[in-house]
């Protein structure tokens, strides 16, 4: 694969920069501590009303994983779908699928990951240099499909502000439940304004090693081989910036659910941002992203190529930030996406579709003495058309995917927020959103066997936009080296789309029939209501020869059919987390216990997944060598060696969470 050239150009570079040209050599650029995601004025995370999750280089070390999904996924209120391994999609608060918005840098990831859960999604934790996860509606900003939370990856490509010298990192990673074999590189260079980065990863799997007492030693068809990058460049002075960036994912992976399909998966996105501050007149900053993916994907049956996936995206965002009114700061904002979606193959159960948004949106915030308050709307236009056609239904004599047709919705959303400091040690933080999010193409339009689920997944053309009501309050402890939080948060929905069993079988074809061997499933609107509790600290117990730290973290979802008070599918039981972390100088241990405990609150169809605890630990050192600074580190998971299954996940029955294992890393930074 091409990107293999410009991973060994990063690597010699960060090799010959650090040995050569010491003079220039710099840590590699750290990223603001302003959170960006959620507030388009940009705030300091204890600052901001909704509750935001950052990852930074050393949480990425400690929890960084091959997807996604399972890096954040035991931040609180926030887990994983779990497909195996390779595919593993963030869920928030209950909530998954087109309710989570994923972005790159603020802009739009455009792939297949949210239509089927053994499509992965085109991010890979080792170039990522930080993570923020917003945990709740942020539809005011990203659209409805934002209605749970977002997860925004940072990785620096189009670098906003000046650079001088040389920096970079290298890293190797070693073990791991699966066996990894990964190396990643990145460098960067400024001087005078202009700045350039390059980065590259490849990353091998095998198998994946699970419990002796699951039934088998390793999880079938769960090994992968993965590679890509970036390069971007800019121009950044004191009054703004503007650059480019191309990078690339490119994946073949099994899939788990099935013995003998791979999945090949390709992925191209080209960016131009840019900003402008300090402009003279009503509008004071202006600041744009613009993108264009390429993705595709075709699923290989015995080798042999059976569907294929492609989904072609260009989204558009642009803020405009205007001078004080009175006692209001805020920002005005509008969006555009499109995207071309088709599936072509026995087993696309979806039709070929296009799907068009634009919004404009509105960001305000004021503050009365200590009392901050922020509020805002956004108007949203979606359009989504199908081509119709398919393969016949032997039950109606017509194609599968209909005639062509199109549906449009306008989407409305508004937001109310308020933080308040009672003292210099607590401060209590509250929300109310009103959100609105058009239904999906495969929502809409799907018709066909779904091979991931096992199921026959069934559309309705007819459904309306879903829409919900939200309130969130936190209550937050920051006293010395302590911090915590508490919050509980409660959302109502008049028609929640869900994908429900209607209890009648079908044929591969289609054909109904009480023997068929597909459960037929069908997205249908349903009143539900979700809620739950976040609970976090992290307290300094003593300085004894270094500092000793306990981090302690719970949270809890419920979700329920309002008419029939049955809980809603693949809801995650109740967790909780406690470690110790110890700190000196250049060592640093932690020792963690994470669990689960029973769920039994089950859907129609579903079965009850037993609770389970986790022993996990990480040690790690750090040295200078050479001019160069060394971290090396190693984790272990799941030391005894536990079976535990994720109730979220369609793939419990047979996927059960990795085994024991041992990973090693070294880091080089200059």
């Avoid at 005011?140 to 749970?148: R, S, T």
Wanted: charged share 20%; glycine share 12%; proline share 4%.
């Amino acid at each position: 694969m091409q990107f293999k050239s410009l991973l060994g150009g990063a690597v010699a570079a960060a090799a010959s920069a650090s040995f050569s040209v010491p003079v220039y050599a710099q840590s590699i650029q750290t990223l603001p501590a302003v959170v960006v995601t959620g507030n388009p004025l940009g705030s300091e995370l204890s600052d901001l009303v909704s509750p935001v999750s950052v990852m930074d280089d050393h949480d990425l070390t400690l929890r960084g994983a091959s997807t996604l999904g399972e890096t954040v996924g035991n931040l609180p209120g926030v887990s994983s779908t779990w497909f195996g391994p390779n595919s593993s999609r963030p869920v928030i608060r209950g909530m998954d699928g087109d309710r989570v918005r994923i972005l790159g840098n603020g802009g739009a990831t455009v792939d297949a990951s949210s239509l089927s859960f053994d499509h992965a999604t085109t991010v890979d934790p080792l170039v990522v240099e930080r993570v923020e996860v917003v945990r709740g509606p942020a539809a005011l900003m990203y659209g409805g499909n934002a209605m749970g939370g977002v997860v925004n990856t940072l990785d620096n490509r189009i670098p906003q502000s000046a650079m001088s010298g040389v920096s970079g990192r290298v890293d190797g990673v070693v073990g791991g439940a699966d066996s990894t074999r990964a190396l990643a590189g990145r460098v960067e260079f400024g001087k005078q304004g202009f700045n350039l980065h390059a980065d590259g990863f490849t990353r091998s799997t095998s198998d994946l090693r699970i419990p002796d007492s699951s039934g088998a030693s390793r999880l079938r068809n769960s090994a992968a081989d993965t590679e890509g990058g970036g390069i971007g460049a800019s121009w950044a002075g004191d009054k703004g910036y503007i650059g480019a960036s191309y990078g690339l994912y490119d994946s073949t992976y099994g899939t788990v659910a099935e013995p003998n399909v791979t999945i090949d998966m390709r992925s191209e996105r080209w960016d131009l941002a840019g900003e402008a501050t300090d402009l003279d007149g009503f509008i004071t900053g202006l600041k744009f992203r613009a993108g264009h993916t390429d993705y595709r994907h075709v699923e290989l049956d015995g080798g042999t190529p059976a569907t294929r996936f492609f989904n072609k995206g260009t989204d558009l965002r642009v803020e405009a930030s205007h001078r004080q009114i009175g006692a209001f700061r805020g920002v005005i904002g509008a969006q555009l996406d499109s995207s071309d979606f088709s599936a072509l193959g026995d087993e696309a159960f979806v039709p070929s579709t296009r799907t068009d948004s634009r919004a404009l949106f509105l960001f305000e915030e004021t503050r009365i003495g200590a009392l901050k308050l922020t509020f805002g709307g956004r108007l949203e236009r979606v359009e989504v058309g199908t081509e119709g056609g398919g393969p016949i239904d032997p039950n109606t004599a017509a194609p599968r995917f209909e005639p062509a047709q199109e549906r449009r919705f306008t989407a409305r959303s508004a937001a109310l927020g308020a933080i308040y400091p009672l003292n210099d040690t607590f401060s209590v933080s509250s929300q109310f959103a009103h959100t609105e999010r058009a239904p999906t193409f495969y929502e809409l339009f799907a018709n066909g066997p779904h091979a991931a689920t096992g199921n026959y997944e069934v559309g309705s053309a007819g459904l309306q936009k879903e829409q919900s009501n939200s309130i969130d309050a936190q209550l937050r402890v920051k006293h010395g080296e302590h911090s915590g939080s508490l919050g509980a948060y409660y959302s109502r929905f008049g028609n929640y789309i869900a994908l429900a069993g209607t209890g009648r079988n079908r044929e591969e074809d289609g054909l109904l029939n009480p023997a068929g061997e597909l459960p037929e499933f069908a997205y249908q609107a349903v009143p539900a209501k979700f809620y739950g509790m976040e609970a976090q600290a992290h307290l300094l117990l003593c300085r004894c020869a270094g500092e000793l730290h306990l981090d302690l973290q719970a949270d809890m979802v419920r979700a329920t059919n309002r008419d029939t008070g049955e809980p809603l599918p693949r809801i995650a039981p109740v967790r909780g987390m406690a470690a110790l972390n110890w700190h000196r100088e250049a060592v640093n241990l932690r020792m963690e216990v994470q669990g689960a405990s029973r769920q039994d609150r089950v859907g129609a169809g579903e079965s009850e997944t037993a609770g389970y605890a986790l022993v996990n630990a990480f040690a790690s050192y750090a040295f200078t060598s050479g001019g160069v600074n060394w971290e090396a580190w190693l984790r272990g998971n799941n030391l005894f060696d536990t079976e535990a299954r994720n109730h979220v996940s369609f793939l419990k029955g047979i996927a059960p969470m990795p085994g024991r294992s041992i990973m090693a890393g070294l880091r080089a930074s200059f």
